[in-house]
């Protein structure tokens, strides 16, 4: 019997997949999908300005800058112009009589065209700095911008072709089809291929180098933008990378960039710089505020040659200016460009319309603040060597001391042309020993005079400027010139017209006592110096002044072809401000300017000085060494070295024009100054005193002087015009009598 066999059950398995191919149209599909991916890639990519090169993305940017500068220059140009032609315009009309408003509208007009011009000379010596990474970003995003405006017209003005093809071909003429077709095809092509995103490489630096075309500056964030203040630590040293090497400064467009690029120079030279912080862009270069690990930032000025070879600066491009209140620390400024090329012109101030107690600008800081004087009460010493801009200097002071209605201006030189351009505001300007001697000799009598007169006038303990009791500002200009004797008297004159509100500001070559005669320079309260010798600086300054960061000596004096450092300066003892070791430049006017406003202010009238000041001085004794000498027999061993003389003999001294004063009217006092000179020439004599004068007009009308006494006799010779009795020299036994000179009294008639 054959054995029956169970069939097994067999566990059903799933069906495997079989591979197979795609067909044709997926093969199609599949690839057409993968170059659209590619195309869209690369137009995202485009229309970003992924392609776009960082270099050509700064010089685009540039070149924007450059035009806009041109522009702006261009635009001054034509302001400039305007001004130039209606100035030569009303000069022209007030030549011919047909300008009605006078000196004063020319004047004006001269000081709106200097203003354009100074202007465009400022926008013209202005550099195109680099673009920062605003105008960097602004420029990318423009080409993005006009790239979307392109795919846009082009999407439009492709379908309007592709439409006008197709239409052509269906009225016989497929040829343009064809190439349309073709053109898109092979377009299809080039942004269809795989694509590649663009990626920082690894090693690349952080930062793209300045392009060999645009200038050696910087391109950070202006000073004005998102300036970091306060005192936000940028970076220490700790974090500066190991191996990092100095790198020059045009490389540096970010604070952080700037702040390793400081830190790695100074590890490099040695300068225990350990922090950077308050970094700050400015139109110059840049601005951070820097701490030391030890000793003081005299590190930094021992080494700023060094550093500014690291950094790849000009000459003197390092400017370290410590910090007083923070004795680690100092403000370094890292100048490439011109930092006063943006400063403020000169106002204009009007004939009369400020006090000599007011404050006004004659420069401005290398960081933008401006210096505000007031002279008023003091003293002041200022120094630089020849080519130094000392003329500028105090011609820019003398412009606003002859703008003040309460301020007489005296200018004093015996080797120059001082206050040249000003001169016909200046009320006496000596040049000659023998008046620069007179000059000072007379105010430091009135000086001396006023001090015992300010309590009668009720002033209290300093003199008070007024309309009526003017202030004397004296400029001495190459102080080193003058005489023994005019030394000595400024010397004294410095000690004693400071509250009296007679000042003298002093010039010269150099502040050590070879220049000075004495070591005055630090006992005068306002002292400047510009372009001079290490020992200047310590002589004027202080004798740790370098270490301070006092460093004018390191600035350049004009040449007959560059201007240089003229006129910049470090200055102590200005009222109102604190002394820090900061350069400063002085504004320069042009010449023709002062000489337009010079005019104006002589028409608008010079101050005399008050009659108080005058008659007192008549009570004050002269100083010893002025007097004459006589020997044992009271003969005259040694004729007096200099004459006191009276405001009018000045005047004539210096050949400045008298105060304008009417005709002495007939009268009693006319009278009186008739037969003074008469019985003078009778009596052949120059001069006689007080009492022998009356008794000889006694003698000669007893009617009219028998009764007078000498105080009424006095007073008829103050209405007359011819003042108080005057120091008359040696006559007979006595040394220095009071009375009147027969020439002075001529004067009057």
């Not at 408003?101 to 011009?117: M, V």
């Not at 898109?184 to 663009?198: D, N, T």
């Not at 000392?390 to 820019?396: A, H, N, P, S």
Request: hydrophobic content about 40%; some cysteine; overall charge negative.
């Amino acid at each position: 019997m054959a054995t029956e066999i169970e069939p097994q059950h067999i566990e059903q398995q799933p069906d495997e997949e079989v591979a197979t191919e795609p067909t044709r149209g997926e093969r199609i599909k599949s690839a057409v999908a993968e170059q659209r991916g590619h195309a869209s890639a690369r137009m995202k990519d485009w229309l970003a300005g992924g392609d776009l090169d960082h270099v050509d993305i700064i010089q685009l940017a540039t070149e924007k800058k450059q035009r806009k500068h041109g522009e702006r220059v261009a635009q001054q140009e034509r302001r400039a112009a305007e001004a130039r032609g209606r100035f030569h315009v009303a000069k022209a009309q007030s030549e011919d009589g047909e300008n009605s408003k006078g000196h004063g509208n020319i004047a004006h007009l001269a000081g709106q065209t200097a203003q354009e011009e100074a202007k465009l000379e400022n926008l013209r010596a202005t550099p195109v700095l680099p673009p920062t990474d605003r105008e960097i970003n602004a420029a990318r995003t423009g080409k993005k911008a006009g790239r979307a405006a392109i795919l846009a017209g082009g999407g439009f003005g492709g379908l309007s072709v592709l439409g006008t093809a197709i239409e052509q071909a269906a009225t016989g003429q497929p040829m343009l089809l064809a190439v349309v077709t073709v053109g898109a095809g092979y377009g299809w092509y080039l942004i269809s291929r795989p694509f590649v995103a663009r990626g920082v490489q690894a090693g690349e630096v952080p930062f793209a180098p300045t392009p060999a075309s645009l200038p050696a500056t910087f391109q950070a964030e202006p000073a004005g933008g998102a300036p970091i203040v306060g005192s936000h630590v940028v970076m220490n040293v700790e974090q500066l990378a190991e191996g990092a090497k100095p790198y020059p400064l045009r490389n540096a467009r970010t604070p952080d960039q700037l702040a390793e690029c400081v830190l790695l120079a100074a590890r490099a030279e040695n300068v225990p710089i350990v922090e950077v912080s308050d970094v700050q862009r400015q139109p110059w270069g840049w601005q951070c505020v820097v701490r030391v690990s030890e000793g003081t930032p005299e590190a930094i000025i021992a080494k700023s040659g060094d550093l500014e070879t690291r950094f790849d600066l000009p000459a003197n491009g390092v400017k370290p200016q410590p910090i007083k209140a923070r004795r680690a620390c100092a403000i370094l400024r890292l100048v490439e460009g011109n930092p006063f090329a943006t400063a403020p012109g000169l106002p204009y101030r009007a004939p009369k319309s400020m006090s000599i107690n007011d404050r006004f600008r004659i420069g401005t800081s290398v960081g933008g603040d401006p210096l505000d004087v007031s002279l008023a009460g003091v003293m002041g010493l200022w120094v630089a060597a020849s080519g130094g801009g000392k003329t500028g200097i105090l011609q820019g002071l003398a412009e606003a001391t002859t703008a003040c209605y309460d301020n007489i201006t005296i200018d004093c030189d015996p080797h120059g042309d001082g206050l040249e351009d000003l001169g016909d505001c200046v009320r006496i300007t000596a040049r000659s020993n023998e008046q620069i001697e007179a000059v000072l000799l007379f105010f430091l009598v009135m000086s001396k005079a006023r001090a015992r007169l300010r309590q009668k006038l009720g002033m209290g303990k300093k003199w008070k400027a007024s309309a009526t009791h003017p202030a004397f500002t004296i400029f001495f200009d190459e102080f080193p010139k003058g005489t023994d004797l005019a030394k000595k008297l400024a010397f004294e004159l410095l000690l004693v017209g400071r509250k009296e509100l007679i000042m003298l500001e002093i010039a010269s070559q150099g502040g050590t006592k070879l220049y000075l005669g004495e070591n005055i320079a630090q006992m005068i309260a306002l002292k400047a110096v510009g372009p001079c010798k290490v020992g200047d600086t310590r002589a004027v300054l202080g004798d740790d002044a370098v270490k301070e960061g006092y460093l004018p000596h390191k600035l350049s004096p004009a040449t007959a072809t560059d201007s240089k450092d003229a006129g910049h300066i470090f200055v102590q003892g200005v009222p109102g401000m604190a002394d820090e070791p900061i350069e400063y430049a002085i504004h320069e006017t042009p010449s023709a300017v002062l000489r337009q406003l010079a005019q104006e202010r002589l028409e608008a009238g010079l101050l005399e000085p008050d009659q108080d000041s005058l008659d007192a001085m008549k009570n004050v004794d002269l100083p010893e060494y002025v007097e004459p000498e006589y020997d044992k027999d009271d003969n005259i061993k040694k004729q007096a070295p200099v004459e006191l003389l009276t405001w009018e003999q000045l005047l004539r001294l210096c050949d400045a024009q008298p105060a304008e004063r009417g005709p002495l009217e007939d009268g009693a006092a006319r009278q009186a100054v008739e037969d003074s000179v008469d019985v003078m020439v009778k009596a052949d004599v120059d001069r006689m005193k007080t009492e022998t004068l009356l008794t000889a007009l006694q003698e000669h009308d007893p009617g009219t002087y028998g009764e007078m006494t000498v105080d009424e006799f006095k007073a008829l010779m103050v209405k007359a015009q011819a003042g108080s009795p005057i120091t008359l020299g040696p006559i007979g036994e006595e040394k220095n009598p009071r009375g009147f000179k027969r020439d002075r009294l001529r004067h009057l008639l």
